[in-house]
């Protein structure tokens, strides 16, 4: 326990809770605040229950409602970033009055939130943290810890990797991760950019193909045209991310690119194909984009795959597969197009015609 270090985590979905939640449970002082009336009512009610492969905990939390933002007294040490990508600004902005110059801001989110923040609130109080758990919430104050595609697919899976701007690894994320490994194993990372464009890859690779065709995580890997999909998804990625310098790993072990166009050819590659398929997990879960499309919310399309598109375009990078899927999922959204597997069908038809 941290006696005296405040945290606030603005935005309790299924990543933010899950910090806020153990880091709660471990006595440490954390005020959650989120938009949802009744997973707030719920949580101060009932607690905040955390299962899945991790057990089953109930945790009292100190939960508010972001209306209830300006009634906040005093400063905190820590700001926990958690709404989705096209909220971080506005987030930002309604917790300033409760920063200091001292304050630290983390951004455990998908996508590169960290170019939003900085501008906001100083490069110097800005923290990343690239996160590879997987966790799904579909009733108030009650968060399931679920199989990761990307844990699936390393080694020696991490949950939390926490890094500095510039790299180096300082106090404050050694602290940070201190904090964080109450809820999985987490580690220092001195290259936060790298990682981030790293995580991009599975991002891209699984959140937009599981929201269009209504497959668990599981199983649009184990489907073949779905995993033929997300192959080219990935390989647009890390071609985008390297051509920006950055060190962009591919999420399928020891497998390069090399291998991933192989496998995306018309020969295939059988090993890769076999790692890639993997094994259902013991609590088979979605990403959150697809929980997004259930619940009918906005996805973070445009900050994925449609960030991949954008910035494939300023380096030269022809990116039809991502192109595609950010227009399906648009139609997905608006109600043109039913969530089932004819979308695959759809993208496939689109990249042949922009070929």
């Avoid at 209830?68 to 400063?75: D, K």
Wanted: aromatic fraction near 4%; charged fraction near 20%; proline fraction near 5%.
């Amino acid at each position: 326990m941290n006696m005296g270090f405040r945290i606030a985590s603005i935005g309790v979905g299924a990543i933010g809770g899950t910090l806020a939640g153990f880091m709660s449970k471990e006595g440490e002082d954390v005020l959650l605040i989120d938009s949802w009336r009744e997973h707030v009512d719920a949580m101060n009610k009932h607690g905040l229950t955390l299962d899945g492969i991790t057990g089953k905990h109930n945790v009292a939390v100190n939960t508010i409602h972001t209306d209830q933002i300006p009634n906040i007294e005093g400063i905190f040490d820590m700001v926990i970033v958690a709404v989705k990508s096209y909220d971080t600004q506005e987030a930002i902005k309604r917790m300033l009055p409760f920063m200091n110059d001292d304050t630290w801001v983390v951004s455990p989110q998908n996508s590169i939130n960290e170019v939003r923040i900085a501008p906001i609130v100083g490069a110097n109080r800005t923290i990343g943290c690239i996160t590879t758990i997987s966790a799904g919430i579909y009733e108030p104050a009650h968060i399931t810890r679920t199989g990761s595609v990307s844990q699936s697919l390393q080694k020696e899976p991490t949950c939390f990797k926490v890094g500095e701007l510039h790299g180096e690894i300082t106090p404050r994320v050694e602290k940070i991760v201190d904090l964080f490994s109450s809820a999985g194993k987490t580690v220092p990372t001195e290259d936060l950019w790298g990682e981030r464009w790293s995580k991009m890859v599975t991002n891209c690779m699984v959140n937009a193909t599981a929201a269009m065709t209504g497959m668990m995580s599981h199983e649009v890997r184990a489907n073949k045209v779905s995993r033929m999909q997300i192959l080219n998804l990935a390989i647009e990625t890390i071609k985008v991310g390297r051509a920006m310098g950055y060190n962009v790993v591919p999420p399928m072990g020891d497998f390069s690119l090399d291998d991933m166009e192989e496998a995306a050819g018309p020969n295939g590659h059988p090993e890769l194909d076999r790692v890639l398929s993997g094994e259902p997990p013991t609590v088979p879960g979605r990403p959150s984009m697809a929980q997004d499309v259930i619940k009918g919310r906005a996805t973070e399309i445009e900050y994925l795959n449609g960030m991949v598109s954008d910035k494939g375009t300023e380096m030269g990078i022809r990116t039809p597969y991502s192109n595609a899927v950010v227009e399906v999922l648009k139609a997905v959204e608006s109600g043109e197009f039913d969530i089932g597997v004819d979308n695959l069908d759809r993208v496939a038809s689109i990249v042949r015609a922009s070929a």
